[in-house]
T-cell receptor, first 115, second 110 residues
Framework: DADVTQTPRNRITKTGKRIMLECSQTKGHDRMYWYRQDPGLGLRLIYYSFDVKDINKGEISDGYSVSRQAQAKFSLSLESAIPNQTALYFC??????????????FGDGTRLSIL | TQLLEQSPQFLSIQEGENLTVYCNSSSVFSSLQWYRQEPGEGPVLLVTVVTGGEVKKLKRLTFQFGDARKDSSLHITAAQPGDTGLYLCAGSWNAGKSTFGDGTTLTVKP
């Protein structure tokens, strides 16, 4: 079983719809992240959470919201989807470690298409 | 925002050739990670480098962290088709976040 599980893996929806992407992890990590990946643009941070009571905006948070329901669960919502939010979305986790140098562990992504 | 520039963006070579991918920044990072991503999957960690000047080897892959901890390189010796994929560098700092480069898409032809 995957350590970081994202659902759904693929989603096609229409402009204006509310979408929720879910992420669950069995790694026991406190830190969780949501990224989007567009061709040629690498990974861009949307939101991150260092524990259940902590939510922080990343570099591209506009149009998105998140909820950290438990240590193991971190969901990403698009309140009113628009076509330029079509992308590959990744959830990741990490352990604080020493000096914040711990790498991130990624799910297999959700491919979201907004028509 | 701390930026990481990767080069080249695309690289297509024949099996058996050597290659180097570069990751550069004007910022100092506490550590730098290299990831490899295959289609339909998330990035998978290859290595973390922490100390300026550090060199790490993973079979045919050699990773180097610059002395000033602002840049890194990935060198692959005798590339194989199985090395094909997207290579991403990510710089981390003590705030616990990472900044990713835009990636290098490597294609190794048999």
């Amino acid at each position: 079983d995957a350590d970081v599980t994202q659902t759904p893996r693929n989603r096609i929806t229409k402009t204006g719809k509310r979408i929720m992407l879910e992420c669950s992890q069995t790694k026991g990590h406190d830190r969780m992240y949501w990224y989007r990946q567009d061709p040629g643009l690498g990974l861009r941070l949307i939101y991150y959470s260092f524990d259940v009571k902590d939510i922080n905006k990343g570099e591209i948070s506009d149009g998105y919201s998140v909820s950290r329901q438990a240590q193991a669960k971190f969901s990403l919502s698009l309140e009113s989807a628009i076509p330029n939010q079509t992308a590959l979305y990744f959830c990741a986790t990490s352990d604080p470690g020493q000096g914040g140098n711990q790498p991130q562990h990624f799910g297999d992504g959700t491919r979201l298409s907004i028509l | 925002t701390q930026l990481l520039e990767q080069s080249p963006q695309f690289l297509s070579i024949q099996e058996g050739e050597n290659l180097t991918v570069y990751c550069n920044s004007s910022s100092v990072f506490s550590s730098l990670q290299w990831y490899r991503q295959e289609p339909g999957e998330g990035p998978v960690l290859l290595v973390t480098v922490v100390t300026g000047g550090e060199v790490k080897k993973l079979k045919r892959l050699t990773f180097q962290f610059g002395d000033a901890r602002k840049d890194s390189s990935l060198h692959i010796t005798a590339a194989q088709p199985g090395d094909t994929g997207l290579y991403l560098c990510a710089g981390s700092w003590n705030a616990g976040k990472s900044t990713f480069g835009d990636g290098t898409t490597l294609t190794v032809k048999p």
